[in-house]
């Protein structure tokens, strides 16, 4: 997220002992605060460049209090104005709210009403002021294709695949669950010299474990009764371009062997089949773990480690980007817009203070499901809180949960006697959701796995 945040005020009035205390008041409670004792002298020193809000009083000498906020929304319509009105000047200040002022405090008012009301301000400030950078930075400014950012971590990031791409040798992506592994893929392959042959995908997670080597090895006719007829596998589909093996870490163990072998000596013998054919496809695996921890595990081949990391690209995670995820939403926004013939939805308050606040465990693609849910109006803020509930209650039946969960998985690992298949079998997850699990309770494994 961008790092602006405006602590500015322009203090305004012409009564010095006023000044003096709105002053002190205001630096106590943390801001920047600028006095002047005339209306001219406020605004000689504002300009369009300024990011804070103006507090003056509306009855002065000279240019009152009501020019200054007519003078200023003509150099930034969007700048707050809080306007500190006699009792007799009310009715001027309510006028002067309808016409784009922020607020009016009416004298006498407490130092806390002051401090309330200008934090407000700021607040709408910097709403502002995000709202103008997704605005101005359009996606266009950007390069490196759908990876979107400024971030010095993403900067580099595109950087790295424009230098390696035409680099024919495999390569590992690692990153969490939604950063953009299979958009990083696809720009390695649209930057290579294979590009001019389609790029051959496969989900190794979304397959099941008995249909997996056939899509990646293929089968010759015969194989087995219900096999009428060869198809080819992956491998050799994706000859003389790019094979993208997303989610490599589901895959079983003994089809990490065989592919291994594969990558190797560049040749696939396809299931069933007597002669083994070559094949020359770019490899670039991805992974949403770290595959060095699973070797650890026992549930990585080490050698296929071997062959895929000759290069290793890690997409950061949103969290650790902030400063992209105004200029994301921004574009995410409008391509939602776009797709369902819609407005971009306005950026609340509550919005915004959701995008500040929000951890976003899916990364990139739960704030492309945001976005598309704020076009939509589905997103609800009242909503929202039960998912960042920390109530004691809360916690308490999480942890109890939780603890049930990881008791249940390490009692089925041990009557599996440590082997991971006959394990998953039982649970009757898929491999990837139990390794999500596995970690994310913390069971090791290898614990299982040196037990009778």
């Keep these: 997220m961008s790092t602006v945040k405006p602590d500015s005020i322009l203090l ?37 460049s300024f990011d804070g809000i103006i507090v003056c009083d509306l009855r002065m000498p000279g240019m009152d209090g009501l020019e200054l906020f007519r003078r200023v929304k003509e150099i930034d319509p969007d700048v707050p104005v809080i306007l500190v ?30 401090v309330l009301t200008a934090q407000r301000a700021l607040e709408r400030r910097a709403l502002t002021l995000e709202v103008r950078q997704l605005r101005d930075t359009r996606p266009d400014a950007v390069e490196g ?49 294979r590009s001019r042959r389609q790029m051959v995908t496969i989900d190794c997670g979304a397959i099941p474990d008995a249909l997996l080597d056939e899509e ?53 013998t396809p299931l069933g089949a007597n002669q083994s054919r070559p094949f020359d496809a770019r490899i670039v695996a991805a992974s949403s773990t770290q595959l060095a921890e699973r070797v650890q595990e026992g549930t990585f081949f080490p050698t296929l480690l071997f062959r895929l990391n000759s290069l290793t690209l890690k997409i950061p995670p949103l969290r650790q980007r902030r400063e ?18 819609r407005k971009p939805a306005a950026l609340t308050p509550e919005i915004y203070r959701y995008l500040r606040s929000h951890d976003w465990p899916g990364n990139v693609r739960e704030l492309n499901r945001f976005a598309e849910q704020n076009v939509l109006g589905l997103w609800d803020a009242k ?22 969960e990881k008791a249940f998985i390490e009692q089925t690992l041990q009557e599996a006697g440590g082997d991971i298949q006959t394990a998953i079998a039982s649970l009757g997850l898929p491999r990837k959701t139990f390794y999500d699990k596995v970690k994310r309770l913390n069971i090791a494994l290898s614990d299982f796995r040196s037990r009778p």
């Design 216 to 268: 990646l090895f293929g089968v010759a006719q015969g194989a087995y009764p219900a096999a009428y007829k060869s198809r080819v596998g992956r491998l050799e589909l994706a000859h003389k371009s790019t094979l993208f093996l997303d989610a490599i870490d589901a895959a079983p163990i003994k089809v990490q062997q065989k592919l291994h072998r594969a990558l190797e000596v560049r040749e696939v």
């Design 85 to 114: 009105s006699g009792h007799a000047d009310i009715a001027t200040a309510v006028n002067a709210v309808r016409q784009g002022a922020y607020d009016f405090l009416s004298k006498p008012f407490l130092p806390e009403q002051l």
């Design 383 to 404: 909503l929202a809180a039960p998912r960042i509930d920390q109530s004691p209650t809360s916690d308490k039946l999480k942890t109890r949960v939780a603890e049930f």
């Design 145 to 193: 294709g759908p990876l979107f950012g400024t971030s010095s971590a993403i900067t580099a990031l595109r950087r790295t695949i424009a230098q390696v791409a035409e680099i024919d040798v495999d390569i590992l992506i690692e990153g969490e669950t939604g950063t953009g592994k299979s958009l990083v893929a696809a720009m390695l392959h649209a930057q290579s010299t």
């Design 324 to 341: 992209d995820i105004p200029l994301l939403y921004g574009l995410f926004l409008e391509q939602a817009a776009k797709r369902h013939g």
């Design 12 to 48: 305004i009035d012409d009564e010095a002992d006023v000044l003096t205390a709105h002053g002190q008041s205001l630096e106590l409670a943390g801001f920047k605060v600028h006095t002047f004792s005339s209306a001219e002298a406020g605004l000689a020193a504002f300009s369009d």
